[in-house]
């Protein structure tokens, strides 16, 4: 054996590694998350537009069914025949039943006469009279709209609220069927004179009128306490009934004023008017000795809590019922920013202090009775 063979061969050297991407954890999640909320936002985007096309054509096939009904006379029949030529057509698209199709043609009839009836500013036409809010929502909404509210102007109303706050269809028939139209900003206040003029129009409209706290069941003559207790038990729906922008702070909030301890009711802070709400519960009809002690409450609140940024403090009297003309003298000189409203909950006969207020709804009733029933069937199963 040669020196040569003798000597070992060398070991081929491992192939480098590929140096690993210079990618700081904080720089790849900010990237991530940037990318994550513009293809979000572009789905969005993508919807609303499908949305709005498809509302448009619903629009402009309830219009050309008019015009041809007023050309050619045609009737029931010929639309009927042409629901089911267009379920044939198009047999993976939903929307072409004669009852949509009929509904289509209200549809264009309805904001057609509507927006003769309203100012164009308020009608906010968008193209042939389709106003724009009408052309952002779902057609299920159009639908509600058309079946349950006969108001131009409140159908109007609900369509743009459902743009601005994003309610899903049941949300929206909640509002309707409580009337929220009728009730908005209806409250009596002295805002329009002790605000300025952009933080009193919002806070008027912040109002309601009577206020529908019908997920509580109190006795005839229960007490603020009570309610209280009742209303709290139920913050969720609470602050649903008060509307978007309402924070809850706390209750029974204490003011020391002159060595004297005084109790807030409910305090809130409402993020777009940017100011605290002092809610006062009264078990009674109003009083005008009920808008001396508010306007003391929003002094000292005004004085121990707000911030430099926040706007002057609100207050809110809930009472049991209010004389309209009594509240209008209590508030015409008061200094401060004060509501009254009046309020509405189911009534139960008397019972014991413990369960006033913490009863369950008709509607909770009904849940409970179908899940105990699920439960039995399940139980027999097994």
Not at 99 to 115: G, K, P, Q, S, V
């Given at each position: 054996?040669?020196?040569a063979?003798?000597?070992?061969k060398?070991?081929p ?6 140096p690993k991407?210079n990618l700081a ?8 998350g940037?990318?994550?909320?513009r ?6 985007r ?10 448009a054509?619903?629009?402009q096939?309830?219009?050309d ?7 050619h006379?045609w009737?029931?029949s010929?639309?009927?025949?042409l ?10 698209m ?12 209200a549809?264009y009839?309805a904001y057609?006469?509507?927006a003769?009836k309203?100012?164009?500013p308020?009608?906010?036409?968008d ?5 724009r ?6 057609w299920?909404h159009?639908?509600?709209?058309l ?14 609220k459902?743009?601005?706050?994003g309610w ?6 909640h509002w309707i ?6 009730r908005?900003g209806k409250a ?8 300025p003029a952009?933080?009193?129009?919002l806070?008027?409209?912040t109002?309601?009128d ?7 069941a ?24 008060l ?10 909030v204490?003011l020391?004023?002159?060595g004297?301890d005084?109790?807030?009711d ?10 605290f ?16 002690k508010?306007?003391?409450y ?8 707000r911030?430099?940024?926040?706007q ?8 049991k ?13 008061l ?13 139960v006969?008397s ?8 009863l369950?709804s008709p509607?909770?009733w009904?849940?409970g ?8 069937e399940e139980?027999?199963?097994?």
């Amino acid at each position: 054996m040669t020196e040569a063979m003798a000597k070992k061969k060398p070991e081929p050297k491992p192939p480098a590694k590929r140096p690993k991407a210079n990618l700081a954890p904080g720089d790849y999640q900010a990237f991530l998350g940037e990318l994550k909320e513009r293809i979000s936002t572009a789905q969005l985007r993508a919807a609303v537009a499908v949305n709005r096309e498809l509302i448009a054509l619903y629009w402009q096939i309830g219009r050309d069914i008019v015009e041809r009904q007023k050309l050619h006379g045609w009737g029931k029949s010929v639309v009927e025949q042409l629901a089911r030529d267009l379920q044939t057509a198009f047999p993976g698209m939903t929307g072409f039943s004669p009852r949509n199709i009929w509904r289509m043609r209200a549809f264009y009839l309805a904001y057609t006469a509507d927006a003769r009836k309203l100012p164009r500013p308020v009608a906010e036409m968008d193209g042939e009279n389709l106003p724009r809010p009408v052309a952002e929502i779902p057609w299920g909404h159009n639908a509600d709209l058309l079946d349950k509210v006969k108001d131009p102007a409140a159908r109007l109303w609900y369509a743009r609220k459902a743009v601005e706050n994003g309610w899903s269809r049941n949300v929206m028939l909640h509002w309707i069927e409580s009337d929220l139209y009728g009730r908005q900003g209806k409250a009596q206040s002295n805002f329009e004179r002790t605000l300025p003029a952009l933080q009193s129009d919002l806070a008027r409209e912040t109002l309601k009128d009577p206020y529908t706290f019908e997920f509580l069941a109190l006795a005839e003559e229960a007490a603020e306490k009570e309610l209280e207790t009742g209303l709290l038990a139920h913050i969720q729906k609470f602050l649903v009934e008060l509307g978007a922008g309402f924070a809850f702070v706390g209750r029974q909030v204490r003011l020391d004023v002159g060595g004297e301890d005084f109790y807030l009711d409910l305090l809130f802070y409402h993020l777009k008017l940017r100011c605290f709400v002092v809610i006062d519960l009264k078990a009674t009809a109003f009083r005008p000795e009920y808008a001396g002690k508010m306007n003391f409450y929003l002094s000292a609140v005004d004085d121990r809590m707000r911030h430099p940024d926040d706007q002057p403090s609100i207050g809110i009297i809930l009472c049991k019922a209010k004389n309209k003309v009594v509240a209008e003298y209590a508030l015409r000189d008061l200094a401060k920013p004060v509501g009254v409203s009046s309020y509405v909950t189911k009534l139960v006969e008397s019972l014991p202090p413990a369960f006033r207020g913490a009863l369950p709804s008709p509607e909770e009733w009904a849940e409970g009775l179908k899940d105990a029933e699920k439960a039995a069937e399940e139980g027999d199963d097994r």
